[in-house]
C-alpha cells in the first residue's frame, strides 16, 4: 500500500518545491485599487513590475474552525463599512508534506487570491475604453458581458495533502502577461481547501455526519463566490474555466462529475493537467479503490490514538474529534512512523457530492459537457515507481499484490502480459535515454532492472489510461476536448527521471525564471536548448491563455499556435478508434500531432477495467 511517506517523498522525484517563495514583484500602494463585493468592500495591490493588481486573502467561507470543523463549508455572514485590505497572502490549510514548508499552516485557510491586469495594460492590449465595475447588484445577467473578462480558477495540486495558492510555481503573474500580450487579458483566481483528514475524512462515522469530501466542497463554494462577485474585479461569471495539475486536475475532474454529472453553471471549460475525473486518487492508490477497508480503519486509528478513543465506532466519536485541540489532532496526523497503518485521506463515495464510480459516470455520459483540454506527460511513472526495486517477475508482481491486485486473480495474469519486461515498451524511452544507469551503478541497484517496466504501468493506473478514457468519454459524447502529451525533461531532472511529473507546470505557466523552484526548469542549458525551452514556454502559455479566452487552445487572429494542422480536437471515429495527442516537445523540428495508440492496448484495458480491478 502506498502511505503518506510515499506521498512525501514524492516531492524529491518530481520537483517539488521544498521552499516555496513569496511573489518577487515590486510593490506600489501610490494607486491600491478596490472594488466593493455583496459583504463589503476590499483594497488589494499594484504590481508594477507586471502592471496588474492583486487581491490577496480574500475568505470565500466562514472558518472551518472550533464547532465547525468537519463540516461542510459555510458562506460568509458578515458585512462591513469601510474597506478591508487584501494585500497579504492567506496561510496554507494544514498539510502534511514538502510544499509546506516555509509557510505558516491554519486551520483558518478558506481563502482566494484574485489577479487582474491593471486598466493601463488591458486599455494597451485590447485598444478599447473598458473599466472594472464595483458593482454590488445581487442579480446578473446570464449573458456574457463583452465589457468583462474570461476568469481561471486555478486549483492547486498536492495529493489532497499539501500545498497552497502562496507557491512562486504557481505565479499568475506570467501567464496573465502572456494574455495581455496577445489581446487575451483574462482575470485569474487562486483558491485554497481543507487537506489530508480536514478536508477529506473518512469512515461511517464521516459519511453519517455528512463530513465528507470537505475539500471538493470548499472549492464549490469557492465557484459559487466567483459567480456572485468576480463581476466586480472585471470577471464574466459566464466565462468561467476551471484549472489544475496533479490532484488539483483531479479536483477538476470532480466538479466535471459532481452531483451525478449536474451543471450547476459555475465553468464553461475545464483544463486538467496530469490528472482528471477519471483519477480516484493522487498520488496514493488505495487497494479497492472506493471499496477500500481503509477508510474505516483510517478513521479509527485516528479516533483510537486520541482521547476521542473511549467513542471508538460511536457516532459520538465525530463530534469528539471535532472539538480536540488542534495539536492533538495534529500529532496524530503527523505521526506516520509510530502509527501503523493510518493511510491517505482520499475522496469517498458519499452518494451525494461523488455518487457512484467515476468510471461507470464516464460510461453513462453522466458529466458536465463543457470542453476540455487535458494531458499527461511522457515519464508521469517515475515519480511512482523510484520507492521500489524490482528486477524479476516474482518482485513486480509483488507490487501488483501491493496494490490490490489479488496474486491468484486474472489481473495478475494479464497486466504482466501486457506489461511486459521489454524496455522498448517502458519509460523514460530507452531511444531517447539509452543508457539509464551507466552513469550511476547505485541508481542502477536502487531501483532494480525492470524499473522502466514498473514505471510505465504506474504511470499508466495513475494517470494516462484515465486521461485516455476521459478523451473517450468526452468525444463519445461528442463534447470538445484536446489531449497533449508533454515530452521536456526539464533542467535539473536525471535522465532516470525523464518528463516526469509536473514537469509541464512551469511551461504553462511561462514561469522561463523558475520562480519557486529550487532548482530552474530553464537554467544550465546552453542558448540554443534555452531558446527552445524558452519559446515551448511562450507557446504553451498562449495556447492555455486561448483556451480559457476563445475555449480553443489553437488561438485566433492574434495568435495562432504554429503546429503543422494545428491542435485537432479528439476525436475517435475518424481515427480507427484513437484521437490525437499534440506532442509538447524541443525536439527535432518541435511539437507536432500523433495518434494517441502508445501502450494503448494496455491503457484500454486498464480502463476498461477501472471498477472491477481497480475499485475506481
Not at 101 to 124: A, I, M, Q, T
Not at 228 to 253: C, K, L
Not at 561 to 575: C, I
Amino acid at each position: 500500500m502506498f502511505s503518506l511517506l510515499h506521498g512525501f517523498l514524492l516531492a524529491s522525484y518530481t520537483g517539488l518545491s521544498t521552499c516555496s517563495l513569496h511573489l518577487k514583484a515590486k510593490y506600489s500602494n501610490t494607486s491600491s485599487p478596490t472594488v466593493t463585493i455583496k459583504n463589503g468592500s476590499y483594497t488589494g495591490v499594484y504590481n508594477e513590475q507586471y502592471d496588474q493588481e492583486y487581491f490577496l486573502g480574500i475568505p470565500y467561507a466562514q472558518p472551518p474552525i472550533n464547532d465547525l470543523r468537519f463540516r461542510v463549508p459555510r458562506s460568509l455572514n458578515e458585512t462591513w463599512n469601510g474597506t478591508k485590505a487584501t494585500t497579504a497572502w492567506p496561510p496554507f490549510c494544514v498539510g502534511y508534506g514538502g510544499d509546506d514548508d516555509g509557510h505558516d499552516l491554519s486551520e483558518d485557510c478558506l481563502y482566494l487570491n484574485v489577479f487582474r491586469p491593471s486598466l493601463s495594460s488591458l486599455s494597451l492590449s485590447t485598444n478599447n475604453s473598458a473599466t472594472y465595475s464595483n458593482s454590488t447588484s445581487k442579480t446578473k445577467s446570464k449573458s456574457s458581458n463583452s465589457t468583462l473578462l474570461p476568469v481561471a480558477i486555478w486549483i492547486h495540486g498536492g495529493g489532497l495533502f499539501m500545498g497552497g495558492t502562496n507557491d512562486g510555481r504557481y505565479n499568475m503573474s506570467f501567464i496573465l502577461t502572456s494574455g495581455t500580450k496577445i489581446s487575451k487579458p483574462f482575470v485569474a483566481v487562486s483558491i485554497q481547501y481543507r487537506l489530508s483528514a480536514f478536508g477529506f475524512l473518512g469512515g461511517k462515522e464521516a459519511l453519517e455526519g455528512g463530513a465528507t469530501n470537505l475539500g471538493y466542497r470548499d472549492q464549490r463554494l469557492a465557484m459559487h463566490w466567483v459567480q456572485e462577485n468576480i463581476e466586480a474585479f472585471g470577471g464574466d461569471p459566464t466565462q468561467v474555466t476551471i484549472w489544475g495539475e496533479s490532484s488539483g486536475a483531479q479536483s477538476v475532474g470532480a466538479h466535471l462529475l459532481a452531483y451525478g454529472g449536474r451543471d450547476d453553471g459555475l465553468f464553461r471549460a475545464a483544463i486538467a493537467e496530469s490528472g482528471g475525473p477519471a483519477v480516484s486518487y493522487f498520488p496514493v492508490l488505495l487497494p479497492g479503490g472506493y471499496n477500500s477497508t481503509a477508510y474505516q480503519s483510517t478513521y479509527d486509528i485516528v479516533v483510537s490514538n486520541t482521547s476521542c478513543a473511549p467513542y471508538l465506532s460511536t457516532p459520538q466519536s465525530l463530534s469528539c474529534i471535532r472539538t480536540l485541540p488542534f495539536a492533538e489532532l495534529n500529532n496524530v496526523l503527523n505521526d506516520t512512523t509510530s502509527i501503523s497503518g493510518l493511510s491517505p485521506f482520499v475522496p469517498i463515495i458519499d452518494e451525494d457530492f461523488i455518487t457512484t464510480f467515476p468510471s461507470l459516470q464516464l460510461e453513462t455520459g453522466s458529466f458536465v459537457k463543457v470542453p476540455l483540454l487535458i494531458g499527461s506527460n511522457s515519464d508521469e511513472g517515475t515519480a511512482f515507481g523510484c520507492s521500489y526495486n524490482v528486477s524479476t517477475d516474482d518482485q513486480f508482481l509483488d507490487i501488483l499484490t501491493s496494490t490490490g491486485i489479488p496474486p491468484d486473480s486474472i489481473a495478475a495474469q494479464i497486466i504482466p502480459y501486457l506489461y511486459p519486461n521489454i524496455e522498448a515498451l517502458g519509460i523514460p524511452s530507452p531511444i531517447a535515454y539509452p543508457n539509464l544507469f551507466s552513469y550511476d551503478t547505485n541508481l542502477s541497484l536502487a531501483l532494480g532492472s525492470q524499473f522502466r517496466r514498473l514505471t510505465s504501468y504506474f504511470g499508466d493506473i495513475v494517470v494516462n489510461a484515465p486521461r485516455r478514457a476521459t478523451n473517450h468519454a468526452w468525444s463519445a459524447n461528442n463534447v470538445s476536448s484536446w489531449s497533449y502529451r508533454f515530452d521536456v525533461r526539464p533542467n535539473g531532472k536525471t535522465p532516470v527521471i525523464g518528463a516526469t511529473h509536473f514537469a509541464e507546470v512551469a511551461f504553462a505557466f511561462d514561469n522561463i525564471r523558475g520562480e519557486g523552484y529550487d532548482v530552474n526548469p530553464f537554467g544550465n542549458l546552453s542558448s540554443s536548448d534555452e531558446s527552445k525551452f524558452v519559446e515551448l514556454a511562450d507557446t504553451m502559455s498562449r495556447s492555455w491563455v486561448s483556451f480559457i479566452v476563445d475555449g480553443d487552445p489553437n488561438g485566433s487572429d492574434e495568435w495562432q499556435l504554429a503546429v503543422d494542422g494545428g491542435w485537432p480536437v479528439y476525436n475517435v471515429s475518424v481515427g480507427g478508434g484513437e484521437g490525437w495527442n499534440l506532442v509538447w516537445t524541443v525536439n527535432g523540428t518541435g511539437s507536432y500531432v500523433e495518434w494517441d495508440t502508445y501502450r494503448a492496448e494496455a491503457m484500454g484495458w486498464v480502463g476498461g477495467n477501472f471498477r472491477g480491478v481497480y475499485g475506481l
